[in-house]
Nanobody, 126 residues
């Protein structure tokens, strides 16, 4: 079982920055692909970014490319999402997710991820 706990959400004005953290259970931190998703009420969950187990590779959703950076420090069992140039449309609940492998190739498809945190709210005001 993998346990994920997000933190760092809050309210910020457009153009500002936030850094989200996700504490990962120790036995999973270095073996799993780790990702961030977000969801607005009434809409499907959207993949934001995923990083490989070693943290060398990353894949981003089109809406956040160039503004968000995913990273991980396995020695600290922590996943991060650095969010810059925030826009009101970034307002959402942000979730940390993990998977050991993908059916074909790595992706930001929700169904590929087996473990989820409870989420942390990010609100961006104009």
């Amino acid at each position: 079982q993998v346990h994920l706990v997000e933190s760092g959400g809050g309210s910020v004005q457009a153009g500002g920055s936030l850094r989200l953290s996700c504490a990962v259970s120790r036995d999973a931190s270095a073996r799993y692909y780790m990702a961030w998703f977000r969801q607005i009420p009434g809409k499907e969950r959207e993949g934001v970014a995923v990083t490989s187990p070693g943290g060398i590779r990353a894949l981003y959703g089109d809406s956040v490319k160039g503004r968000f950076t995913i990273s991980r420090v396995n020695a600290k069992n922590t996943l991060y999402l650095e969010m810059n140039s925030l826009k009101p449309e970034d307002t959402a609940m942000y979730y940390c997710a993990a998977t050991l492998s993908f059916r074909r190739t790595w992706s930001l498809e929700e169904y590929e991820y087996n473990y989820w945190g409870q989420g942390t709210q990010v609100t961006v005001s104009s």
